[in-house]
Every structure is written in structure tokens, then in C-alpha cells.
């Protein structure tokens, strides 16, 4: 082997070993200050009280104040934008993915990439349901979608913005079940009117129908999670009720900064599942909606790109195309 070559090839080793070790440096003495978690959703949401919950036990961890700040809006882009501006490791994101899974196909030219978003680490699976009224003659999926087929153009629905409604619309498209969608900006609005059979289907998130469903105003007809949930051990999957293509995990959990390295978002991540042992935390969870299911980067990431890529076959079936 040529010397020069030896010496190009020693070089590029020792840069590596270099850029490795201040990985691990910074993985050892992070955090130094302050960190904040900017959640995209309000307070009292699914992902806010999860953050609040997971951020109280980090401080007591890392020995530094971990902060939670809202900043709700622009289907999740407020905060998306106000997280890169930061470009600060101790500056991360806490999401659901289900709408910025769907933002390639809603916006022309999205204001940052998908690598923009580094997974750090899944916390839980929001419980998505699908939903009737309860003077609507249908008691399963199967039944509903006679119903449609019988009826086209006579039932409306209702989805959430993001992967839910490209999932749902697709599922009707491939089906060729004719079904008038009705837009909502609040989906509170949108249970209210499911509840008074102004719509007659709506898929969403279980927290947000549970009240209607307390009251006996709702049916549900299955979960589109892909396990069954544990406060509703008798309600189907999607799958299991034959309807496959309406699965959908509402994935939650926290992200770092486009340059934040593997090792620290591993550490991170191994801090984040050490507080979710917690039963409180757990029991917490579980009342607002939600199944706790923690992992760290790798497993959050495969579990992203399986939703990407069903929000993008569902906006192909669609024939979407961004118009913002």
C-alpha cells in the first residue's frame, strides 16, 4: 500500500476516534444547564402531562431544572420551528409523529427535514379509536362498512389532522366507500356533534371521546392501535376486525437536534425509561389515554418510518398533493 495512502487512511481513523470520544464526552457531562422540552400541543394534552410526568423525575436524575414549554399550533410547526431555532442540545422536542408524519403531504416545502428530528425516545402510543353515535345501527367495523357501501354520500366523518385523516380518507378511497369528510379545528366540536349524530363516524384520540362515551351518546367499534388497550380489553383492533389498513399507533415521544450524537441521545434515552418504570407514571398514562410503551432511538425511529411509510402509500391511494 502506498505510504501517502497510509497515512490518508491513519488520519481519517483518528478523526473518527476523535469524533467518537467527544461523542462520549458529551454524553458523560450532559446536561450542564438548564434543559427545556418544547411540546407541541397545550397544556393538559396526552404528550404534555407524559413530558411533565417524565421531566419531573430527569430533574431529580440529571440534578438540572428540566422545563416544559407549550407551544401549541400550525400543526406542530410553532414548535418545530421555535426547537430548530434553538439548535441546542439541551433544547428538545416532545411530539406525537401522527402530524408531522403527514407534513410532506400537506406542505409544498416543509420548513425543515425529516433528519431534522433525531428520535431520542418513544414514551407512548396514544389510544386511537373509531367511533359512532350511539342511535347509529352498527355495533362493527364490519357493520359500518355495510352501512356506507348501502348508503354512499349519506354518512360524514371526522379524522384528526396528520396521518389519522390521510389513513382514514385512504382506507375509504381503496374501499370505494363514498363518505363525506367534515373538517374540525377542535375535535372537542367534533365529539360533541359525533355524540349528536351530526357525524356518524369519527377517528380519534380515546381521551377525547371518553367523555361522550361516559355519557352513552358514543359506541366505539375498534382501536387502530396494534394491540389491543388495557382500559378496553373487549374493543377490537382495526386488524383483528379485518380492516388492516386503518392501523395506525399514535407514536409520542421526545427528539433531539439534527447534530445531537447517538450516544447522547442513547444515555437520554436509557434516563427517559429508567423514569417510566415508574408505576405512577405508568398509572398516569393510562388515565389520559394512553399506553406506555418506552424504547430508545432505534426502535422509535423504525417505528416512525413504518408510519411514514402507511401515511404515504394512503396519500398516493389519495392522489394528494401539497397546496401550502
Do not use: C
Request: hydrophobic share 45%; no cysteine; aromatic share 6%.
Amino acid at each position: 500500500m502506498p505510504r501517502s495512502l497510509r497515512l490518508s487512511l491513519a488520519a481519517a481513523l483518528a478523526l473518527s476516534l476523535l469524533v467518537v470520544a467527544a461523542a462520549q464526552s458529551t454524553a458523560q457531562t450532559w446536561p450542564n444547564r438548564t434543559v427545556r422540552f418544547l411540546v407541541t400541543l397545550g397544556p393538559g394534552s396526552g404528550i404534555d402531562i407524559g413530558t411533565r410526568l417524565v421531566a419531573d423525575r430527569l430533574t431529580k436524575k440529571w440534578g438540572q431544572p428540566v422545563v416544559v414549554e407549550n407551544r401549541p399550533g400550525g400543526d406542530g410547526l410553532v414548535a418545530i420551528n421555535a426547537f430548530l431555532a434553538a439548535n441546542d442540545d439541551h433544547v428538545l422536542l416532545a411530539s406525537p409523529t401522527s402530524s408531522f408524519t403527514a407534513h410532506p403531504f400537506v406542505y409544498k416545502n416543509p420548513p425543515y427535514k425529516p433528519s431534522d428530528l433525531q428520535p431520542i425516545a418513544r414514551i407512548s402510543n396514544t389510544i386511537i379509536v373509531i367511533g359512532v353515535p350511539s342511535e347509529l345501527p352498527v355495533k362493527s367495523m364490519a357493520e359500518l362498512v355495510a352501512k356506507a357501501r348501502a348508503e354512499p354520500g349519506k354518512l360524514n366523518w371526522a379524522g384528526t389532522t396528520g396521518a389519522i385523516d390521510f389513513l382514514f380518507g385512504g382506507f375509504l378511497k381503496n374501499a370505494g366507500i363514498d363518505m363525506s369528510k367534515v373538517p374540525y379545528r377542535n375535535q372537542v366540536e367534533a365529539a360533541n356533534d359525533l355524540a349528536a349524530n351530526r357525524i356518524q363516524v369519527n377517528e380519534t384520540a380515546y381521551a377525547i371521546l371518553r367523555p361522550q362515551l361516559q355519557a352513552g351518546k358514543l359506541r366505539l367499534l375498534a382501536v387502530t392501535n396494534s394491540t389491543r388497550a388495557p382500559d378496553l380489553p373487549d374493543l377490537p383492533t382495526v386488524t383483528e376486525a379485518g380492516f388492516s389498513d386503518l392501523q395506525l399507533d399514535g407514536l409520542v415521544g421526545f427528539f433531539g437536534p439534527p447534530d445531537m450524537p447517538l450516544a447522547l441521545r442513547e444515555r437520554v434515552a436509557a434516563d427517559v425509561i429508567e423514569a417510566g418504570a415508574d408505576p405512577v407514571i405508568k398509572e398516569r398514562l393510562n388515565a389520559t389515554g394512553q399506553i406506555p410503551n418506552f424504547s430508545g432511538p432505534a426502535e422509535f425511529q423504525a417505528a416512525i418510518d413504518q408510519q411514514r411509510a402507511r401515511v404515504g402509500a394512503a396519500a398516493k391511494a389519495l392522489g394528494t398533493v401539497p397546496t401550502e
